[in-house]
């Protein structure tokens, strides 16, 4: 379970970014996030996996033994070790590319084993298995041994679900995971996020309220960084108007997309970024 309380952030000059926001969500629930853009949605979930801290409020996560702490007031040491049970699906997939399916499954968990092992890539067979396992949920086993780089969007998408269930942490978080996926992928990519709510709480920001009244057990709705909606992930077209304004037109009538089912990608992290995992 995790259990958000008023968390509240501004910018130098006193503009509140988050004004209060609250809620929480147990095992079971897949939870979407909405809202216009600037609203607070991605800062919200960045709170709440602890890469940023909100000057007030708390985010207190109860995990499987029912242990519960609180992220904005960890240490160092103890940030690093609640976010090891911390599950991210990126809009970017964040993979690296010049390494397998199966090597990128891998490196989630290159945080929770020791150090000489992780200098020295250091996976036993077991580990292994389990990662073929979390490609096999996926149906990505067929191209484990492919180079991440020559994979398209969805297949990458894939991987990186595959990655985070092989952490088996206590919380899915997806930062906008649909953002550079054609619709066809974009309903694959939900139906194999839906049910690993069933094994921990999952929550996920979304430009699709489609998709989030298809897949998801609930909604939030964050606008001008305070919390307007939380229930049914079924909204009427009056409820729509008052979360997104004028940008709703955009939301029903998006522009062409470009992308498509098997073509590459948008681009990827840098070398520099890969260098931070091997």
């Known amino acids: 379970?995790?259990?958000?309380?008023?968390?509240?952030?501004?910018?130098?000059?006193?503009?509140?970014?988050?004004?209060?926001?609250?809620?929480?969500?147990?095992?079971?629930?897949?939870?979407?996030?909405?809202?216009?853009?600037?609203?607070?949605?991605?800062?919200?979930l960045r709170c709440l996996n602890g890469l940023m801290k909100p000057d007030e409020g708390s985010v207190l996560l109860t995990d499987a033994e029912g242990k519960t702490q609180d992220i904005c007031r960890a240490g160092k040491?103890?940030?690093?070790?609640?976010?090891?049970?911390?599950g991210v699906i990126f809009q970017g997939y964040h993979l690296i590319r010049r390494l397998t399916a199966l090597d990128n499954v891998l490196v989630g968990r290159l945080g929770q084993i020791s150090t000489i092992r992780s200098l020295f890539y250091g996976f036993t067979e077991k580990e292994a298995e389990i990662a073929m396992q979390a490609l096999e949920k996926v149906k990505m086993t067929h191209l484990s041994t492919a180079q991440v780089g020559r994979l398209s969007g969805g297949e990458m998408q894939r991987v990186a679900?595959?990655?985070?269930?092989?952490?088996?942490?206590?919380?899915?978080?997806?930062?906008?995971?649909?953002?550079?996926?054609?619709?066809?992928?974009?309903?694959?990519?939900?139906?194999?996020?839906?049910?690993?709510?069933?094994?921990?709480?999952?929550?996920?920001?979304?430009?699709?309220?489609?998709?989030?009244?298809?897949?998801?057990?609930?909604?939030?709705?964050?606008?001008?960084?305070r919390v307007m909606y939380d229930g049914d992930p079924v909204l009427s077209h009056g409820q729509l108007a008052d979360i997104y304004g004028e940008e709703l037109r955009q939301i029903e009538q998006p522009a062409p997309s470009i992308i498509l089912s098997g073509a590459p990608a948008a681009p990827q992290p840098p070398e520099s970024y890969e260098r931070n995992f091997i």
């Open 77 to 86: 040491t103890k940030l690093r070790m609640m976010r090891q049970k911390i």
């Open 1 to 44: 379970m995790i259990e958000v309380r008023n968390i509240s952030k501004s910018l130098p000059g006193g503009r509140k970014l988050l004004d209060g926001i609250s809620f929480t969500v147990r095992k079971g629930e897949f939870v979407g996030i909405l809202g216009p853009s600037g609203a607070g949605k991605t800062l919200t």
């Open 161 to 225: 679900i595959a990655r985070a269930i092989f952490q088996a942490p206590d919380l899915l978080l997806a930062d906008e995971p649909l953002s550079n996926l054609d619709p066809s992928n974009a309903k694959v990519i939900m139906k194999l996020i839906q049910p690993l709510a069933q094994q921990m709480p999952v929550i996920g920001v979304f430009h699709q309220p489609d998709m989030t009244a298809r897949y998801c057990t609930r909604v939030i709705a964050i606008k001008d960084g």
